[in-house]
Nanobody
Framework: QVHLVESGGGLVQPGGSLRLSCAAS????????MGWYRHAPGNERELVAS???????NYAGSVKGRFTISRDNAKNTGYLQMGSLKPDDTAVYYC??????????WGQGTQVTVSS
């Protein structure tokens, strides 16, 4: 079993920055891919960014150039640095970890609100 705990969400003004963290514990196998998803009211859950064990990254077009995903494999922790935040970025952000064998885990989510 794998447990994911997100932190770092909160209220920020437009144009501001936040850094989300996702700490993973348990039986973690590599290779794996860590991703950040978000879910805003009235919208479907969408992939924001992902990073695999080798460091290759993928971003949604709406966040490219503003968000940076990273990970520390030694600490089993992933990060999402968010900058130039917009009200449209308001959502619950979820951490996801997908193992090479198909096992898939989700965190509990952290609220990010961008508002003046």
């Amino acid at each position: 079993q794998v447990h994911l705990v997100e932190s770092g969400g909160g209220l920020v003004q437009p144009g501001g920055s936040l850094r989300l963290s996702c700490a993973a514990s348990g039986r973690i196998f590599r290779p794996n891919t860590m991703g950040w998803y978000r879910h805003a009211p009235g919208n479907e859950r969408e992939l924001v960014a992902s990073i695999n064990s080798g460091g290759s990254t993928n971003y949604a077009g709406s966040v490219k150039g503003r968000f940076t995903i990273s990970r520390d494999n030694a600490k089993n922790t992933g990060y999402l640095q968010m900058g130039s935040l917009k009200p449209d970025d308001t959502a619950v952000y979820y951490c996801n970890l997908r193992m090479y064998n198909g096992d898939n885990y989700w965190g509990q989510g952290t609220q990010v609100t961008v508002s003046s």
